[in-house]
């Protein structure tokens, strides 16, 4: 279990009543997901959430507003799932299922208390809530449908438009696969190394989530100066300019390897996590590809649909 920190006030456990609250919420709403038509569903669902246990809708609230979670994550416990769910998919397009879209809701209502939720035009899967299961064929590929290790990276850090924060539902677990995350705030190296860090002189290409015509590279500062930091670090996809720079990556690489936090995500448990603020990683695994491995939802959320609103995939956002 790495260095959980239980009780220093990111792990947020649901009781009993509140998770079948929020199940009754969710059972009520009378509209079905659907990425065609997911602006109504966003809204829909943003009003409904007024009706979420007010603990919890405060706990996401002092997330977003930085008066918690103060490593730059939360972890909620105790969320409901349906009662049954279907076999973990084996590729995509993924079967489409009730079930799964009733889960999708249920994310889409608990992230609208943060932020927009949204997708990239130019995404291999351009769902507006995707799915991370293994998938064979990927299996040695930096991807997070690989097995081996998922290398340290923040979501789309290549592009202008990366998410403000990533949210991963659990679905279906595996006790032995643990999800690393790092804080930048956290990161302290000698001090001829950030100054490598803060310049914006690395090159970070896109990954295999986008597909090719769309693959893009910008040059990024690994570090900002912020008083709480923001850090870009995807060293798998990134390249420096000159020895020192990428000794400092590696100085880095090396830190948060040794100095991660690291949870193992339950069914019911949703991540949230700052994706300017904090990398994260995932450990290497065994699936056994046979519909029960480890499946997540994952729902990228942005502060303000401005900064993006040349990059959704589809319709409903052309009010913008
Ligand atoms: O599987 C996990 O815990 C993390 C996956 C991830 O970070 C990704 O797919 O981008
Ligand atoms: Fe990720």
Not at 51 to 63: I, Q
Not at 111 to 131: C, R, T
Not at 188 to 214: C, H, I, K, V, W
Not at 252 to 260: G, I, P, S
Request: charged share 20%.
């Amino acid at each position: 279990m790495g260095n959980m920190q239980q009780g220093t006030g990111f792990v947020f456990h649901l009781d009993g009543a509140e998770t079948e609250a929020i199940r009754a919420l969710v059972d009520d709403l009378d509209f079905t997901y659907g990425n065609a038509h997911f602006d109504q569903v966003y809204w829909q669902c943003a009003l409904a959430a007024a009706g979420l246990p007010s603990r919890l809708r405060r706990a996401l609230l002092e997330m977003k507003a930085l008066l918690s979670a103060q490593e730059g994550y939360l972890v909620v416990r105790g969320l409901p799932l349906p009662p049954e769910l279907p076999p973990t998919p084996r590729g995509k397009p993924e079967p489409e299922n009730q079930a799964v879209d009733w889960c999708r809701l249920l994310l889409v209502t608990l992230l609208s208390q943060v932020g927009f939720v949204y997708s990239f035009k130019g995404k291999v899967d351009e769902n507006y809530v995707d799915s991370i299961f293994p998938i064979e064929a990927d299996g040695q590929l930096q991807a997070g449908s690989n097995k081996t290790f998922l290398e340290w990276h923040i979501e789309d850090g290549f592009h202008q438009a990366s998410a403000d924060w990533v949210s991963l539902l659990c679905l279906r677990g595996d006790p032995a696969v643990e999800t690393h995350i790092f804080p930048a705030s956290a990161v302290t190296l000698p001090e001829a190394q950030m100054e490598q860090l803060y310049q914006p002189q690395y090159l970070l290409r896109s990954d295999f989530t986008f597909d090719g015509a769309n693959r893009c590279a910008r040059q990024v500062a690994v570090l900002s100066r912020h008083r709480s930091p923001e850090i870009v670090f995807d060293p798998a996809f990134m390249t420096s300019p000159t020895p020192e720079a990428q000794a400092a990556l590696d100085a880095l690489h090396a830190l948060v390897n040794r100095e991660k936090r690291s949870l193992v995500l339950a069914p019911g448990d949703l991540l949230l996590f700052d994706n300017r603020r904090t990398v994260h990683a995932r450990s290497e695994y065994a699936p056994r590809y046979d519909g029960s491995d480890r499946w997540l939802l994952r729902g990228l959320v942005l502060e303000s649909k401005f900064k993006a609103r040349d990059c959704f995939p589809k319709e409903p956002f052309l009010a913008y």
